[in-house]
């Protein structure tokens, strides 16, 4: 996944939820319109935070651990790159 910005456009908004977004980048995550915590980074009501909370980690764990279980270490991760360019 490319994680792309428009600093141009709005970059309070995006300085204020890089984090979110990065997160979000990691696999195909996407925003839980009703969910409320205000910790998660799925959450629609997300408020800037330093630290990832625990359903947040549960999402990566299931993802890379049961989803994406294909192991990557770094030769492999190369191969992937050179094969993109």
């Known amino acids: 996944c490319i994680l792309e910005l428009n600093t141009e456009k709005n970059s309070e908004l995006v300085k204020k939820n ?3 977004l990065f997160f979000l980048s990691l696999g195909r995550f996407f925003v839980i319109p009703y969910d409320t915590n205000e910790t998660s980074f ?3 009501n997300y408020q800037a935070q330093n630290t990832l909370s625990e359903l947040d980690l549960k ?3 299931i993802h890379y651990n049961h989803i994406y279980d294909y192991p990557i270490n770094r030769d ?3 191969k992937l790159v050179s094969s993109k360019k």
């Open 18 to 20: 890089l984090n979110q």
């Open 42 to 44: 799925v959450s629609q």
């Open 76 to 78: 492999t991760f190369l």
């Open 59 to 61: 999402i990566l764990k």
